[in-house]
């Protein structure tokens, strides 16, 4: 455990780890947090994996800690890091089992009043359209062929089968596609693993929720993403799926036989990883960027499917429109300049979310608790690696969420707050319980005190649709 | 079965301790299934399938072991509450696994993780390691 004294203040939401702090760090590590989080902060081995994070070879300034950080493995859940492409790494657990686990934002063009009597029925309907729970596949059963053309086009590919519209691609991050990817480079057994599950939300956090915007804090930046008060939206939640589970796992055990060769020696053996310039490394790169695109285009029919149900629900001259797309556990090319100097480097985000000046970005709270909608903010690029916290964070584990929440209650008082919930499993419902984590409204302020996004709008819940 | 169930913020860690390396991996195995929560298909046939798997050391062969059992276990979509040992080195593993079919699984699990494993034996003579799987 990382002790409070080890922890110097930068600014009032800015702690630092001085790189003298441990022997085999190479840069400082960072943590973005209000006094109160950090000492909640400190309860877990979050900032112990953060400074294992600061040890990697070709880290560039520091390695970066969201305020929703909690422990994880290797790298800590919402953790950041940018190396150099030419002396430094890439990590599998620099980004996470769920590659691109995201989140995406649909607009109607109904209000809050609109919709309330019919709350029962969209839940119940999305719940039927989009296939939720444990392993669950769905109607695509995918051929080799027709998998691989998805690995490497991602939602474009979708939206070329008539799953969406062009317009959806251009209010996704990277188009939803990364160009990098490499269907081949994917192993038989992910492939095996997500061939059917494409469409599909999957079980743990992932969720659907019907919102509506309760607030709106910058009426000309809602107004650009053709947002208002009162008006209903949709968050969908989910990401790659067993296929991406799957390239990481690959990835992990291939990096922890290959990093020997490179004379890679870690604290932590999820850290696996090589030289992004090595064979092994640009493999990785494919395989990851394929895993991207595959949970783009998942994200891509669930809209489709969440849009049937709407259309059957609300006639057909009711449309959803996509606000924005984010994924938060991956890695990418960009550009920052450092020292001075632009440099391209591989940044690794696992459960942070991209920031860049003028992009949405999605941070969805606890269950039941809602959601914001934020704008990244130009100084995002100089003190974030252009990137902001991905949700509330973890405080409890699913355990002990299991044992303090008492289903029957907590639905009873979602029910009172007008929330409909459809989920497939009770258990589901009670680690998800607002109380396992923090406070989105918290975390938020940090984000926005900090200078990396500034908020735009609150979203709260009406339907929560569960795996 | 000689197992613990831990708390972790975000995911869950098993203790492991056992008399043998095989009934180490034979808990392992089982641990993870539990965990699963399979809903098995009633009256149906047990179905069996072989894995050979080598590894630099006894933790990566465990951790190895469970995700290629994770994987059998997802595509398959049959439990794998039984396994025969053929061959168990440090490095090497030969095994036959014997598992039901399901209907359903309770819990997703992405991975087994290396993060905590460390297999060795103990001061009194044990195996042990601790797992913590991704959820």
């Known amino acids: ?467 | 079965m000689a197992y613990e169930w831990h708390e972790h913020t975000s995911d869950i860690r098993v203790r492991i301790s056992a008399s043998t390396l095989e009934e180490l991996f034979s808990d392992a195995l089982h641990a993870m299934t539990e965990l699963l929560g399979p809903e098995l298909i009633e009256r149906c046939d047990k179905k069996t399938c072989r894995m050979s798997l080598q590894a630099d050391d006894p933790t990566s062969l465990l951790i190895d072991f469970l995700n290629e059992a994770l994987l059998l276990t997802l595509t398959e979509k049959t439990a794998y509450l039984d396994n025969t040992l053929e061959k168990l080195t440090g490095n090497e593993i030969s095994a036959v696994l014997s598992g039901i079919p399901y209907y359903s699984l309770r819990r997703d699990i992405k991975a087994a993780t290396y993060h905590e494993a460390d297999v060795k034996m103990n001061t009194g003579g044990k195996w042990e390691t601790t797992i913590v799987f991704d959820l």
């Open chain 1, 1 to 467: 455990m990382i002790p409070r004294n080890a922890l110097k203040q930068l600014s009032p939401f800015l702690w630092e780890i001085p790189q003298t702090w441990r022997h085999d760090m190479l840069v400082p590590a960072r943590v973005y947090a209000s006094e109160k989080m950090l000492d909640q902060i400190l309860q877990d081995r979050s900032l112990e994996q953060l400074v294992n994070v600061s040890t990697l070879p070709g880290i560039v300034r520091y390695a970066l800690a969201m305020p929703d950080v909690h422990e994880g493995y290797g790298f800590p859940v919402g953790g950041v890091a940018a190396f150099d492409l030419d002396t430094g790494i890439i990590s599998p657990g620099g980004i996470g089992y769920d590659i691109n686990c995201g989140v995406r934002l649909l607009r109607s063009s109904l209000t809050k009043d609109d919709v309330v009597k019919h709350l029962s029925a969209i839940g119940k309907t999305i719940f039927s359209k989009v296939p939720s729970g444990v392993g669950k596949g769905g109607s695509f059963d995918m051929k080799a062929k027709a998998l691989d053309e998805v690995l490497n086009d991602g939602a474009k590919r979708m939206v070329a089968l008539g799953y969406g519209e062009q317009e959806d691609l251009e209010k996704t991050e990277s188009g939803g596609q990364l160009e990098s990817a490499d269907a081949s480079c994917v192993s038989v057994q992910a492939k095996a693993r997500g061939h059917d599950q494409l469409g599909t939300l999957g079980a743990g956090n992932h969720f659907v929720e019907v919102e509506y915007i309760s607030a709106i804090y910058d009426d000309r930046e809602a107004e650009r993403l053709g947002l208002q008060k009162h008006q209903v939206c949709v968050m969908v939640h989910t990401g790659s799926r067993g296929l991406g589970h799957q390239v990481a796992t690959d990835a992990i055990r291939n990096m922890n036989k290959a990093m020997v060769r490179y004379g890679i020696s870690l604290p932590d053996r999820e850290l696996a990883c090589v030289p992004f310039n090595s064979s092994e490394g640009r493999e990785y790169l494919k395989a990851m960027s394929a895993a991207a695109n595959f949970a783009w285009a998942n994200r891509q029919v669930v809209t489709w499917e969440i849009r049937e149900a709407w259309k059957e629900i609300f006639g057909n001259s009711e449309t959803l429109s996509l606000v924005y797309d984010v994924a938060h556990n991956i890695a990418k090319l960009e550009t920052y300049e450092v020292d001075g100097m632009h440099r391209k480097l591989i940044v690794h985000r696992k459960g942070a979310t991209r920031a860049f000046p003028g992009q949405p970005v999605l941070i969805p709270g606890s269950m039941g608790t809602g959601s914001y909608l934020l704008s990244g903010l130009q100084d995002a690029m100089n003190i974030s690696f252009g990137s902001s916290c991905h949700g509330a964070g973890r405080t409890m584990s699913r355990t002990q969420a299991r044992k303090n929440t008492n289903i029957a209650v907590l639905l009873e008082e979602l029910s009172a707050k007008g929330i409909v919930v459809n989920a497939g499993s009770r258990e589901g419902i009670s680690e998800e319980a607002p109380s396992a984590y923090k406070n989105v409204d918290d975390v938020v302020q940090v984000i926005g005190e900090s200078g990396i996004a500034k908020k735009i709008a609150r979203l709260k819940p009406l339907a929560v649709i569960k795996g």
